[in-house]
């Protein structure tokens, strides 16, 4: 079975500086995407950036970046420039086989003045 | 422009009295997805559709079912709610398998 590990329930940050969300996960695939969602209070999840494992190189998007350790089977997430509006709960989650879905526990994220 | 869009975003229910919560979409995507989300836990998927094939996760409860007339509509079903099953409803659509899921903003069940 595929599990997602996000050991860190509850972060905060100052604004402007950069924090790091990790995540890991098991599998005895060696083909499989990785994905860190983000749902702010009473809002939609929305995708913050995705990772192919069959790629070396860590996805960038903007302020959000990864750190993929296929090896070590980690994928935290680096924001930063923390922004207010970066306040929500940030969950990592993993896909294999086209259509298993498999989420984390969540990350809550505040990001205070 | 709405692309997964959830009817109704809040339902009440009786104990035991059916209900079925809609979701559309507008990207034309093949696979929809349902999840269902407790408070401050994480997303669990209940099923999905690839096209018309059906595909239910082996924990699903046989009290929760689905349908899919066409590739813009799917409906979850809950024939029996009980009290464990108010949640947050979250339909989620993908072009096709290993790709990005783009989120409805979720039906909030309540279960008198």
């Known amino acids: 079975a595929q599990t997602v590990t996000q050991s860190q329930p509850e972060m905060s940050v100052q604004e402007a500086e950069t924090v790091t969300l990790s995540c890991t996960y098991d599998?005895?695939?060696?083909?499989?995407?990785l994905f860190w969602y983000k749902q702010p209070p009473s809002r939609q999840m929305i995708l913050v950036i995705r990772?192919?494992?069959?790629?070396?190189q860590n996805a960038t998007e903007n302020r959000f970046s990864v750190n993929f350790q296929k090896a070590a089977k980690s994928f935290s997430l680096k924001i930063s420039d923390s922004q207010l509006g970066d306040t929500a709960m940030y969950f990592c989650?993993?896909?294999?086989?086209?259509?298993?879905?498999?989420f984390g526990t969540g990350t809550s994220l505040t990001v205070i003045p | 422009d709405a692309m997964v869009i959830q009817n109704p975003r809040y339902q009440v229910t009786q104990f035991g009295k059916p209900v079925t919560l809609s979701c559309s979409q507008t990207?034309?995507?093949?696979?929809m997805y349902w999840y269902q989300q407790k408070s401050s836990q994480a997303p669990k998927l209940l099923f999905h559709?690839?096209?018309?094939?059906?595909?239910n996760e082996a924990d699903t409860p046989d009290n929760f079912q689905s349908r899919r007339p066409n590739t813009s509509f799917c409906f979850l079903d809950i024939r029996s709610p009980g009290l464990g099953d108010a949640a947050m409803y979250l339909c989620?659509?993908?072009?096709?398998?290993?790709?990005?899921?783009?989120f409805g903003p979720g039906t909030r069940l309540t279960v008198l």
């Open positions: 989620a659509t993908s072009i096709r398998g290993p790709d990005t899921q783009y």
């Open positions: 599998t005895s695939e060696s083909n499989y995407y």
């Open positions: 990772q192919e494992a069959y790629k070396q």
């Open positions: 989650a993993f896909m294999k086989n086209g259509n298993q879905f498999y």
């Open positions: 990207l034309n995507h093949n696979v």
């Open positions: 559709y690839y096209d018309k094939d059906f595909n």
